[in-house]
């Protein structure tokens, strides 16, 4: 991540005065501040903008800044969000909960301007860390795409959002057709770099809303993020035609490449089992099944 880049802070606070002063304050960094003037508009931008960091007003009426830390601390995708509380006083109990809740710091009221600012690039450049070795953690060696971590953590936020408002996501599991004699006729390199142009296929066929994977081995997942079955079988058909074009040789001998694909719906899967991702993946993974079973080279639902 480029240091130049503009991280976002969200200012949670009821107090005008407070937004006012703070954005004086911190208007010399580079930052982008977000505003919120209650814990329900608060929670809606955090959600929707994904901040990097959240100045937290504990005193708020309705819901205070403990309940809402709590809140957003519950939500998988806003978890890693550091927190920094604002407050006019602080007892030893309610900082020990602020903390335990996972709260990074706070800071107390009136600013000093040069406190605020050392405590924000704090927060700010220990979130830069953590999203740089958690990308680094996250991503193929040999493809370059996400690997089956980052898979299931996403899938876990995609199920969330599907919960919350409804929107369909279909997971797609696919499968090199016939890898295993490429691998024992022109030695793993050679597979290597099969598996490598298949990936790079399937990046370039898919949308940029889509979230392409290295499942293992020969075996690629994608998220379909917002669509239905019917939409996830028309980008899959695409992928599959795209595969079966690309010309591959080994000295002068041509090798064919081509991939089964199984596609499973939240709109057509039941979704009651405990873990909806999983149950997702599963279905997808018995579509995949079908399609190698009834000829390969094909893409099932």
């Not at 407070?18 to 960094?29: D, Q």
Request: glycine share 6%.
């Amino acid at each position: 991540m480029n240091d130049m880049v503009h991280q976002s802070v969200l200012l949670i606070d009821d107090s005008p005065d407070i937004h006012h002063l703070v954005g004086a304050r911190l208007r010399s960094e580079r930052v982008n501040l977000l505003h919120a003037h209650d814990a329900s508009e608060g929670f809606q931008l955090a959600a929707s903008k994904q901040p990097d960091l959240i100045l937290l007003d504990l005193d708020m009426p309705t819901t205070d800044g403990i309940t809402l830390c709590r809140q957003l601390k519950a939500e998988h995708e806003l978890s890693d969000i550091p927190v920094i509380f604002l407050t006019g006083t602080m007892d030893v109990q309610t900082k020990v909960l602020a903390f335990e809740l996972g709260a990074v710091d706070y800071v107390t009221k009136p600013f000093d301007a040069v406190e605020l600012k050392a405590r924000v690039r704090s927060a700010l450049r220990t979130k830069r860390y953590h999203d740089l070795l958690t990308t680094k953690a996250q991503i193929d060696a040999l493809t370059g795409l996400w690997n089956r971590g980052y898979l299931n953590d996403r899938l876990a936020v995609e199920m969330s959002v599907l919960e919350r408002k409804g929107l369909p996501v279909a997971v797609a599991m696919i499968d090199i057709d016939h890898f295993k004699p490429i691998n024992d006729t022109y030695g793993h390199p050679f597979g290597d770099a099969v598996i490598q142009r298949i990936a790079g296929v399937l990046g370039n066929t898919s949308r940029d809303s889509d979230v392409v994977c290295r499942y293992g081995g020969e075996e690629f997942a994608i998220i379909l993020r917002d669509t239905p079955s019917a939409g996830a079988m028309l980008v899959a058909e695409r992928m599959r035609k795209a595969v079966e074009t690309l010309q591959l040789t080994s000295g002068q001998t041509p090798v064919p490449l081509t991939v089964s694909i199984g596609i499973a719906g939240s709109d057509r899967v039941d979704d009651t089992a405990t873990d909806s991702g999983k149950h997702l993946l599963e279905a997808a993974d018995r579509a995949l099944y079908r399609a190698k079973k009834a000829g390969r080279n094909r893409v099932e639902g």
